[in-house]
């Protein structure tokens, strides 16, 4: 059967969600996504096509970098709303396709593996995306735009350099438009994939264009790349093996946390916050049922300084005290550098089935910790995040509130 792939993205999608609930028109209204009430350096979410178009506002900014615009409408982030109108336009999607012919890439993009529901539908793949666009837009009063391909790089190429640009908001490219369109796309990191790295490391070798890419020597790009150079230039010849319907499972799986701070934070405070986000995350480590086999930390400290340090455990445990000592080992700082920025991750984790006993801990005192981390979860799961803290979540420095009040960083 043809392969035929769409992906649908919502356009503006946080910006849309605010004006379809106010009424607003999202190309004649100027309002962004970001809380007015936070610092000049708070992140603008989303901003309207109007504001786009008419300001040059980019995709990602800052407060402080907005246009002076009359009437313009600040909008709070609101993580849970943009999640529950994500969840319908999931289910919008699959009224039309089956769930293994639907991958879901992010919150307001999603590929749709259309070839086997053309015959069903009795439509070219044009009429039935503008369906799926006229039912989102009906029930949701949201925008969606559309790239159409043979495979999934195609797709999104098209819906990224065409698709997304002008009405209907539908592009479709077949193999015959890659010299045409593919070709002529420039810079060559507007080709997804293809980020700023690798197109300095094309550049180094002397191939600075898609074209340059899709004619480059076999053995040159094995040479710089490896396996990797056969991948970047069958993607500049539009050629995309990939298959949407076989389910990716990461081979090693890992749990992490991180967070902005929005003040400088020194050492004895930066250890209050570690100490809080190894509480929450052997609690996620805990309800996945995995123990953890390795500790990872690293830490910003504004501009381009960072500093980033792991450690194997002895034993692969889910343990808090014994997480928080291993993180606490491998944190470290520069006292005349305050931290911006501070991250955790547990990985190489292991099914809690084979676990295994320490000679350092005894039976029962291990057994009685379990029962203790057992019921906080227990408690944490039916009465929320925060019904139990530890005494330090009061101190000024203490953000792990604030944070269980937030998705992504955001106001619920």
């Known amino acids: 059967m043809e392969r035929v792939i769409a992906v649908i993205d919502l356009k503006s999608f946080y910006a849309s969600c605010e004006c379809a609930c106010r009424h607003l028109d999202i190309f004649t209204t100027p309002l962004v996504c970001c809380d007015p009430y936070r610092s000049a350096s708070s992140i603008v979410m989303s901003a309207t096509p109007y504001l786009k178009k008419k300001y040059g506002i980019p995709n990602v ?16 982030p609101r993580m849970s709303y943009y999640l529950q109108v994500s969840a319908k336009v999931v289910s919008i999607l699959l009224d039309y396709v089956a769930a293994e012919d639907l991958h ?27 369906r799926i666009q006229k039912d989102i837009k009906k029930k949701l009063g949201l925008v969606a735009t559309a790239g159409i391909g043979p495979n999934v790089f195609l797709a999104k190429i098209a819906l990224d350099n065409e698709g997304k640009k002008k009405p209907p908001f ?66 500049a010849n539009g050629r995309d093996e990939s ?52 500790v990872s930390v690293w830490a910003s400290y504004g501009g381009r300084e960072t500093f980033g340090k792991q450690m194997a455990l002895p034993i692969a445990t889910d343990d808090t005290n014994s997480l928080y000592d291993a993180a606490k080992a491998v944190f470290s700082y520069r006292a005349e550098l305050p931290i911006r920025g501070l991250g955790l991750a547990f990985g190489k984790l292991i099914h809690a089935s084979r676990e295994q006993g320490s000679l350092f801990l005894a039976a029962e005192e291990r057994q009685e910790r379990q029962r203790l981390d057992a019921s906080l979860n227990a408690i944490r799961s039916r009465y929320g995040k925060n019904s139990v803290l530890r005494c330090s979540s009061l101190l000024p420095g203490s953000t792990i509130k604030t944070r269980h009040e937030q998705i992504g960083g955001h106001k619920q």
């Open 61 to 76: 900014c800052r407060r402080r970098d907005l246009p002076i615009v009359p009437d313009m409408i600040y909008a709070v």
């Open 104 to 130: 879901i890439y992010s919150v307001d993009e999603s590929f749709l593996n259309l070839g086997p529901y053309l015959d069903l539908y009795h439509c070219s793949p044009e009429e039935l995306v503008a």
């Open 170 to 235: 539908i592009a479709h490219w077949d193999y015959e438009d890659v010299p045409n369109k593919l070709w002529t796309i420039s810079p060559i990191t507007k080709i997804w994939s293809i980020a700023t790295g690798t197109s300095g490391h094309l550049a180094r070798i002397g191939i600075r264009s898609i074209y340059e890419l899709a004619h480059a020597s076999d053995a040159l790009l094995q040479k710089e790349f490896g396996i990797m150079g056969e991948q970047l230039k069958n993607l």
């Open 243 to 294: 298959d949407i319907t076989i389910k990716y499972a990461p081979e090693n799986v890992s749990l992490s946390l991180g967070q902005t701070l929005r003040r400088a934070y020194y050492p004895s405070e930066a250890l209050l916050l570690l100490r809080e986000m190894v509480d929450d995350l052997s609690n996620r480590l805990r309800s996945t049922g995995f123990l953890c086999e390795k």
